[in-house]
């Protein structure tokens, strides 16, 4: 069976920003390629010109043999295409473009932004679609590397920027980890519950769903257990006052972190 990148390299794709990637993804996904999934890119390429682009997905068809695939562009694409492929026109970030996919295909198995590359558009075009996508799905972001780029609202001086889709993905690790966080004020939250593993490779974020079952060892309800009986009542109250200290601590911290940017 043909690699990603042979099928590539047959269809003449030269595109070699997207070589790079394929080896992650022949990787991830080779088990899906003979299954009947739902596949969604966003980007088709070509800017403007209705004639040109939809060169990935004419290699994304032929890898996944037995996949529905859908693609969204915000200009309109006059592309020929098989019967599987059904391309969409516009925002990436509008809700109701991507809804109105969502009601043709149903969940995603596979979702890959490719689109603009704009740090804000990445974070919510993923906060639109990754409650679309299928337990033991995967979510792709490609070209991260603009979150350094001040044009497409990245930022390569203060690396902290909370606005970046790097930063923003970041914080996916932590609410991965919901169930260790010492903090009897943390909760978990949609993404909590639904990440079980992100990875960061050179210039792609990958995402996978599934329920995240995991359990702490030493904490219960985010709270390390007193051990012992001794004055048992006073090393509650001052568990309670340690962790009202850190909870005023950190709105500090998040306060001062908001008026850098």
Do not use: C
């Not at 920003?17 to 080779?30: G, M, P, Q, R, V």
């Not at 980007?43 to 695939?69: C, N, Q, R, T, V």
């Not at 915000?74 to 990436?92: A, T, V």
């Amino acid at each position: 069976m043909e690699s990603l990148e042979e099928i590539a390299l047959k269809l003449g794709h030269r595109k070699q920003e997207s070589f790079h990637f394929f080896k992650y993804y022949d990787a991830i996904l080779n088990h899906l390629r003979s299954e009947k999934i739902n596949f969604l890119e966003i980007g088709i390429g070509g800017s403007k010109d209705p004639k040109e682009g939809g060169h990935s997905l004419k290699i994304w068809s032929e890898y996944f043999s037995k996949a529905s695939l859908y693609a969204l562009d915000l200009y309109y694409k006059d592309l020929e295409f098989n019967s599987r492929i059904k391309i969409f026109q516009g925002s990436q970030i509008d809700k109701k473009v991507l809804d109105n996919i969502h009601n043709i295909s149903g969940d995603f198995d596979i979702i890959i932004d490719d689109g603009s590359h704009i740090n804000s558009h990445q974070i919510e075009t993923f906060k639109i679609l990754f409650p679309k996508l299928k337990s033991n799905g995967y979510y792709f972001i490609e070209d991260v590397q603009t979150s350094y780029y001040l044009s497409d609202g990245g930022d390569g001086f203060y690396l902290n920027n909370k606005k970046t889709a790097i930063n923003f993905f970041k914080t996916m690790i932590d609410r991965m980890h919901q169930v260790e966080h010492e903090n009897p004020y943390s909760k978990p939250d949609y993404y909590s519950k639904n990440i079980i593993e992100i990875n960061f490779l050179p210039n792609l974020i990958i995402v996978k769903k599934n329920k995240n079952k995991s359990k702490s060892h030493i904490l219960i309800n985010n709270q390390k257990p007193i051990k012992g009986q001794s004055l048992l009542t006073l090393r509650k109250i001052l568990k309670i006052l340690k962790y009202n200290f850190h909870y005023i601590r950190s709105k500090i911290y998040y306060l001062l972190d908001y008026f850098k940017i």
